[in-house]
């Protein structure tokens, strides 16, 4: 059964850093292009970073350039979200999505292109 779990989550203060990671099973994550979004309360969920199947492509939104960075290792299935520099405006649950393509070097921007989703991790950035 294809499965997506989020962890690294936590209460950061403002400043701080925390890594997430999206570990998949029951599919090899090679085929798969992967997506980080979030969502805050009463708001849109919205995309923060994907990466391509082959970790060449990647992108941002905006408000997390320069301070937000995605890796994958497909040996250990699992893709990360790097977060430094954290804001306030950072809360949010953090999801990650996982779609399958042919395409190496794809990155998906939208949350409609993917097909299977994790429960979602919860970050705070407080002090």
């Known amino acids: 059964q294809l499965q997506l779990v989020e962890s690294g989550g936590g209460l950061v203060q403002p400043g701080g850093s925390l890594r997430l990671s999206c570990a998949v099973s029951?599919?090899?994550?090679?085929?798969?292009?992967i997506g980080w979004f979030r969502q805050a309360p009463g708001k849109e969920r919205e995309e923060v970073s994907c990466?391509?199947?082959?970790?060449?492509?990647?992108n941002y939104a905006d408000s997390v350039k320069g301070r937000f960075t995605i890796s994958r290792d497909n040996a250990k299935n699992t893709v990360y979200l790097q977060m430094n520099s954290l804001k306030p405006e950072d809360t949010a649950v953090y999801y990650c999505?996982?779609?399958?393509?042919?395409?190496?070097?794809?990155?998906?921007?939208?949350?409609?292109?993917?097909?299977?989703w994790g429960q979602g991790t919860q970050v705070t950035v407080s002090s």
């Open positions: 999505a996982a779609k399958p393509t042919f395409k190496g070097n794809v990155c998906y921007g939208l949350k409609k292109e993917y097909d299977y």
């Open positions: 990466i391509s199947r082959s970790g060449g492509s990647t």
């Open positions: 029951g599919f090899t994550l090679n085929y798969y292009a």
